[in-house]
T-cell receptor
């Protein structure tokens, strides 16, 4: 298994540009999520999905869109990039049980700089 | 609103020491608590997951405890090694599924 993969590893955008961060997992996990990590802060949840066709907002969803058309893929779209979105973005996945929780597997991250 | 705090923010110890990393959370209504390791420029690796009904979990030289009533968890690392140098993150699951709330981490350096 490749686990959780993310592309690209690095990206530089200009303010106002849009782009999609890709995330894929080959473990047949139901639950997938996106976090951002800023210096001196813990990871913060952007959006999550509990299965194909189902997404919901996390703590910091503004400026981001997601969709989940397949179990494997969970792309994150930046609609109009702003310097405040400069961050490291992590995708994670796990089996999903409503009453319990399972180990989350994280991708290697995408380092995004918005100029 | 759930808040997770990790103390200390950074720690430097000589090789061989036993050490304790601390994590506290403000709302005791959690489903689970997880400890992760993050190496520079890398993603997170799960170390231990403690369900809300459990008191501790062990893996090799690592032992994590959970005291929900006091809102605390500790990660104990025995006989530390230079390879343990990394940032250790604590995260709580406040509800169903895996919507984690993270602390800012403790950056650990173990020197020979």
């Amino acid at each position: 298994n490749a686990g959780v993969t993310q592309t690209p590893k690095f990206q530089v955008l200009k303010t106002g540009q849009s782009m999609t961060l890709q995330c894929a997992q080959d473990m047949n996990h139901e639950y997938m999520s996106w976090y951002r990590q800023d210096p001196g802060m813990g990871l913060r949840l952007i959006h999550y999905s509990v299965g194909a066709g189902i997404t919901d907002q996390g703590e910091v969803p503004n400026g981001y869109n997601v969709s989940r058309s397949t179990t494997e893929d969970f792309p994150l779209r930046l609609l109009s990039a702003a310097p405040s979105q400069t961050s490291v973005y992590f995708c994670a996945s796990s089996y999903s049980q409503r009453e319990m929780s399972d180990t989350q597997y994280f991708g290697p991250g995408t380092r995004l700089t918005v100029l | 609103k759930q808040e997770v705090t990790q103390i200390p923010a950074a720690l430097s110890v000589p090789e061989g020491e036993n050490l304790v990393l601390n994590c506290s959370f403000t709302d005791s209504a959690i489903y689970n608590l997880q400890w992760f390791r993050q190496d520079p420029g890398k993603g997170l690796t799960s170390l231990l997951l403690i369900q809300s009904s459990q008191r501790e979990q062990t893996s090799g030289r690592l032992n994590a405890s959970l005291d929900k009533s006091s809102g605390r968890s500790t990660l104990y690392i025995a006989a530390s090694q230079p390879g343990d140098s990394a940032t250790y993150l604590c995260a709580v699951g406040p509800g169903g599924y895996n919507k984690l709330i993270f602390g800012a981490g403790t950056r650990l350096a173990v020197h020979p």
